[in-house]
């Protein structure tokens, strides 16, 4: 039976696009079975095939051999003396080269080779195959849109997940970077299970894939700092409260040199410490959140040369003594101190007025202060009056003779981990987040939004460290170990024109302001104060005169009851003199 179906269609709807609809099943024809053909069939069992129509693939790995740099010493010596002829000494070499300049060999080489040396210098005349044509100071890069990009990841060698807490790079230059790794989740569970590994390392920027030293420190390091006149030492802070000495010219540079003693050291992590100033170049500060300052001699840990209770007396936080969770300390202001705290309060300590509530200045401890610990806190390296200090979603710009903020950037979707200035730029600053993304403030361009953000991976960050030679390379700490190298664009790193001035007129502008907000608010304080005092007088003066007039109406009532008595007795005398009288009358009449 043959099916066939009349597709018709109007002229009009050629060509428009086909709409597909769902309609009910209809039976366009049925077939019936035929018997007779059927019996010529065997029924089968039910049988199950699988098809697979994908390629086989077979898998291959291929790994290249790993290239190992390794650094070692050269040592070179002046050759090409005769036998009697000392190079080192001056005399030898003198007599030695005026005696063949007189030589007429040495006369004739000469003349060969002159001719052969000015054709070579006229060729480097002509062009400068070294020349930097765009290598100028005077260059605008305020014109290049904000970028970075990544150049290498240090990973944690240990198969322990840990956290970098810190980083710092070598005071001579970007080549090495030392970073301190340590698990900072108070009672975390895999301390109960196992012992965990505590080495810290020394990375070479070149070489990413091992560290150049291992350090091995007693516990896990928190804070870990290259001492900027002999870079070949190191301090460092450890979990239990011990500060370590490196030492990296002795054999087995990796262990420590010394130790403090752990009853004279502090009872909690310390989460910072800094080289300080002195003739010998050893001493060192650190602040943990036990709350107490400590300063060290490296030379004898065995006791702290100095102790400092970090106590907010009452006009601060109502004399508790605060934990300190970072601090700043710059050698061009050898005797003062900036201490973050974990109750979100700054503090600044001054050696010199130790007998003035031993230094202290608390800052603001009410509306200006953080919401929790302060992670970071570094001046501006231009500006030193300024400071900024890090802690829950914002960052927090101070003028040192301010109790309150001066700026604030606007809170950011992640909390915060970590901060610090550009070293090169007066105006910019790196803040870390908890979400894995580094934001850049560049105040010279605007101050109300971020210049850049950049997304460094899934992990929370945790430190961040920027060098101090041309201010490019960052690197950035995550909770899972991992350092990553970052160069930002020359728009961020180098100095633009007028930049400096502009930023000090800024931050002198906004101390202006709060400083005559605060002037303001004093005078406001004054103002209600003598108004409440004029008040207080006022209701004194309508007391007294009450109590006047009422004393006044006293007297007159006392006087008036005075007189009553006074007639009422002139009116008894009066008739006993009358009777008197009349009792004289009637005896002279009887």
Known sequence: MEVAYLYTKVRSDFGKQVRFQDVEARVLCSIPPNEEQGAEYLLRNPSVAVLDTSPHMSEHEANTERLVVKHSSMRHLEGGWPKDVDASEPTDVNRYRKKAEKDEEYKATIKILGPIISRCMRQNNTIDIYEEYFD??????????????????????????RTATSINWHPEGPTKIAVSYSILNFQDQRFTSARLPVQSYIWDVVNPNTPDVTLVPPSPLCCLRFNPKSTDTLVGGSYNGLVTFYDLRRQGGGAPAESSVIEKSHHDPIYDVFWISSKTGNQCASVSTDGQMLWWDTRRLGEPVDKLILDSDAKGGGGMVLGGSSMEYNKEIPTKYLVGTEQGIVLAVNLRNRKQNNGITVYDAGAGKHHGPIVSIQRNPTHNKFFMSVGDWTARIWMEDLKTPIMTTKYHSAYLTAGC??????????????????????????????????????????????????????????????????????????????????????????????????????????????????RKKECLDEKEKKDAKMEEQLRTVDANFLNMIKEAEDDESKRKTGRRRCEDGEERAG
């Open 136 to 161: 100028s100071d005077d260059r605008d890069w305020s014109g290049e849109p904000p970028s970075a990009k990544g150049l290498a990841v240090f990973r944690d060698p240990n198969a322990t997940t």
């Open 421 to 534: 200035w550009s070293p090169t730029r007066a105006g910019v600053f790196f803040v870390t987040r908890m979400d894995g993304v580094v934001d850049i403030w560049d105040y010279f361009y605007r101050q109300n939004e971020v210049a850049y953000s950049h997304k460094v991976g899934d992990a929370a960050l945790s430190s961040i460290a920027v060098s101090n030679g041309t201010g490019r390379l960052v690197a950035v700490g995550d909770a899972n170990g991992t350092v990553s190298l970052l160069e930002v664009c020359e728009s961020l790193a180098a100095p633009q024109a007028n930049e400096k001035n502009a930023i000090a007129t800024m931050l002198d502008r906004e101390t202006k302001q709060e400083k005559n907000l605060e002037q303001r608010e004093r005078d406001l304080r004054r103002a209600k104060a003598l108004e409440a005092e004029a």
